[in-house]
């Protein structure tokens, strides 16, 4: 068969069309410059990808945008989760694009062997090639084989958007391999090549040298001997080779079978994350965080307590906790300014609060809260055994906190929007009290929203990749290194944004082992693969993957049953924390009690195995829970204990860093769950909105779409209670685009209903219907009963405020019946506790 002519494809890439070609890529002209990735060489979850970024970034070299600086936390997923930084896609666009607007050479992206690329790549290049006008470079995609499925809907994505957008390569030469003598190569020769095809159909030099302790340089002086001696080699460019298949058959066939399993167990540790860190020591560390500013002029949680009304819980606390004292106590240390003291590293989260017990920083062993130096007190349900205790510190006196300086007074002016209504699962790796947004961020409303303005997700080393690493480790014999393996790349495709890869590779993971005997050790990969894929059903669109909170619970549950009582601390934490998770967003009443019971076995946990530190940071997941079931007065102690620990560390701990950014958080959303004090209603919504920007110059400083979105929500439901309706919509436009992007369901739904409320008071009640149904749409498919219900509130107010309207009668009876659907569907979970 004959191909096109080749004249033809370059003319559509010099007008930047998207391109399809069927067969071998002709050669380019000499204006023209290639940014060439193979698929078949990498076919973990997005791979092909990650490799076209950082092939990007290299050649923009000094050039390339440069991102915030973010001191990244150490990695713990509690209650808020996780979530990836951005889709994958959409950071490669925004570079691609960059380099489009560069002078000098004309780029071209060519992807080779796409039909071999993972499910993951080939929606997000289906997705690039069906945006119209996004991509500014010209984008090639080269089939070698029959494309299927996935790959042949990417293939009609190019045709459909132009007919003449699929060409014909050239042939790739046939019978060449059947007829080499392999065995009359030189030894070095065929050594390098069998390396190469045991890796798999394209290989890397890089991984042939490491495989055969030798210098890339070395092995591809070897394959070019190779090409010289006719061996059907096609160089893919930037060290990248391929083989035909039948060369791939004769040169496996031809390894003995214990050479072959040695090789694969070496190859396993290459590609494995920890082994990568071996072999390529060269990589980066993580800056030192940089000294943050201070607060300043920040409403301290006695001003909190003081505007919000705390008067049904104050009857029990006055006595018990000296709530009324602490106030006081606290405002009167604030007017002394005094100082807090000194901290050393190192000294656990009982010396972090310095002034916790009269300024000794000393307690006792296995004391519970309030039985520090011999004083007993009432104990908080959920709190750590080392919480502050309330008589000690209404003895000695509170010495003030260190402040930030305060956010922009202007809030119309900065940017807005993301997950609604609290505090679903998010990713915890965050810092606080970052610099104020430019002018320039600051007079861009819509900035954080748009695409092109979100931060990338990071770039790991090449060389690792866990999914080819628990392949190899498989063909080695190692299954349960294997195994480990699968579940790491799991996380890591989760990271990614591809909960699909991820989901397959945590099923594998539990395929592997079920077909392995019993044993402890198996046990508790079966519990860590249970965990990835229940937290994957939590956090990833239900709409898309079938993944609803209540399938969520129920693989956690049967995590629960597999682990055993001798399990790891981490692990038995970790498992605790996402179920806490998911009871917290189903946010029932039973729920929000079983989050609260799960938080707090973590915390004894995580305690008793004297980790502190990790203790601590549950203080902000229990505050949160507490919000919810609407006890302000135990919450607020919770994250004033939270402060105390991981204040004095603020610029040092990138993990005491994101708990004060998360308690800045909370705090501003008391104004929205807690009662306000009769004639002081503005002053608590104020006060939440200068907690609420504090948190956002941390979480925009460093990159933290989600977070940011987060907050976003909360200052846009802030606005709304303050009555200013249009910096409200700004604020929720964004969030619902975040969320769109992140694939966050659950705060999606959330947002819809808020934006339908703004709507109704801006009279524009027939997207107000239309967004409300949206909102029990989405609470349906990820099974919210707290979504539910709060549309079913919503539903009421709207309804009685359209009855004199028949022109919405229509879509407020599309809603109701969704509405009752949805409810008969999560029946039992919507009943009171």
Known sequence: MTHDDPGRL?????????????????????????????????????????EA???????????????????????????????????????????WNHLAQQ????????????????????????????????????????FHGEPKEAAAELLLAVRTRD??????????????????????????????????????????????????????????????????????????????????TSALTALSTSLMPSLAQAWHRKLGRLLGARAGEEVAPGRPTRPPLPPLPRRENMPSAARVAEIIDLSEEVIDLVDETGLAAQVASEMAAEAGAAQWGEVSAGTGV?????????????????????????????????????????????????????????????????????????????????????????????????????????VPTRLEDPLVDEARAAEHMRLAGEF??????????????????????????????????????NSGGRRLLRVQALIELGRLQWQSAGYEFGF???????????????????????????????????????????????????????????????????????????AAVLVRMGDPGRALQLLRQSRKVFDPHVNTDPVALRELAETEHLFARLPLHAQLRAGREDEGFAMGLEHARAAERAYRELGEARELGRVWDTIGRLELRSGRTEAAKERLDAAAEVQTQLGDLTGLAQTTEALSEVLALLGRDAEAVTLLRDSVVF???????????????????????????????????????????????LGALLQPA
């Open 548 to 622: 609803t909170l209540t399938q969520a619970q129920a693989t956690l549950e049967s995590a629960r049953e597999v682990l055993e009582s001798d399990a790891p601390v981490e692990l038995a934490a970790d498992l605790a924390q996402a179920i806490a998770g998911v009871c917290f967003d189903l946010g029932d009443g039973r729920s929000l009690e079983r989050a609260l019971a799960e938080l707090s076995a973590a915390g004894a946990m995580l305690q008793a195995a004297g980790d502190a530190t990790g203790a601590a940071c549950l203080l902000n997941d229990q």
């Open 53 to 95: 970024r950082r092939l990007t970034e290299a050649i923009l070299g000094e050039a390339r945008p440069k991102p915030p600086d973010r001191a990244k936390s150490l990695r713990r997923r509690t209650l808020f989760g996780e979530a990836p930084e951005r889709a994958t896609e959409t950071v490669l666009v925004e570079l």
């Open 163 to 244: 007919a003449a957008g699929v060409l014909r390569g050239e042939e790739p030469p046939t019978g060449e391999a059947q007829a080499i003598q392999w065995r009359t190569l030189p030894p070095e020769v065929l050594r390098v090549l069998r390396a190469g095809a045991l890796i798999g159909p394209g290989f890397e030099t890089r991984i042939v040298a490491d495989l055969l302790s030798l210098e890339p340089l070395v092995v591809l002086e070897v394959l070019q001997q190779a090409t010289d001696l006719g061996i059907p080699l096609e160089d893919r460019g930037e060290g990248r080779f391929s083989l035909p």
């Open 480 to 517: 349960d290194a294997a195994a480990q393996h699968l579940c790491e790349a799991a996380r890591k495709a989760a990271e990614m944004g591809a909960p699909q890869a991820a989901a397959q590779h945590a099923q594998n993971a539990l395929a592997l082992l079920t077909t392995l005997p």
């Open 103 to 142: 002078a000098g050479s004309r780029w071209v992206v060519v992807f080779d062997a796409v039909e071999q690329a993972d499910e993951a790549t080939l929606a997000a290049l289906t997705q690039i090639v069906r945006r119209q006008g996004w991509l500014q470079l010209p984008l090639v995609l080269v």
């Open 10 to 50: 370059w003319q559509r890439v010099r007008d930047r069309l998207a391109t399809a070609v069927r067969g071998r890529l002709p050669e380019p002209p000499p204006d023209l410059q290639l940014l060439r990735v193979s698929c078949e060489v990498a076919p973990a979850a997005l791979r092909p990808l990650l």
């Open 350 to 454: 009982a010396a972090a609060g310095g002034e916790m017990a009269s300024g000794t920083g000393e307690m006792s062993a296995g004391t519970g809260i309030g039985e520090v130096s011999g004083e007993t007190g009432p104990a908080i349900p959920g709190a750590p055994a080392w919480s502050v205790p309330a008589k000690q510190e209404r003895a000695g006196g509170l010495p003030q906190r260190p402040r930030v300086a305060a956010p922009a007074s202007n809030v119309s002016q900065e940017t807005g929007g993301a997950p609604a209504s609290g505090w679903s699962p998010a990713r915890r790796k965050t810092v606080f009290a970052a610099p104020a947004p430019s002018e320039a961020e600051s007079a861009d409303p819509a900035g954080w929203g748009a695409p092109s303005r979100v």
């Open 779 to 825: 609470n349906r498919d990820k099974g919210s009963p707290l979504g539910l219900m709060q549309n079913r509130r919503s539903f009421t107010r709207l309804s009685e405020r359209l009855a004199q309207r028949p022109e919405h009668a229509a879509g407020l009876q599309e809603v109701q019946i969704l509405l009752t659907a949805g409810e008969r569907e």
